[in-house]
């Protein structure tokens, strides 16, 4: 799901970016919340900041 071509990023350096950020998501949803499956929040969560991730990765490259 975190792989869905039309909510991620499209740009190597935006892709990284939102794997780590799943990641870390994943990992605090599951340490400090009792919610066993933390990675379905994690690519909620990361599908919403995707497309800002994306126009900031641009910005930044064609500035």
Do not use: H
């Amino acid at each position: 799901m975190a792989t869905d071509p039309i909510t991620t990023t499209y740009s190597q350096v935006g892709k990284w970016i939102f794997g780590i950020g799943c990641g870390i998501v994943t990992v605090v949803i599951r340490s400090f919340t009792p919610i066993p499956e933390g990675i379905m929040y994690a690519i909620l969560l990361m599908n919403l900041i995707g497309i800002p991730i994306q126009s900031l990765i641009l910005k930044i490259k064609y500035r």
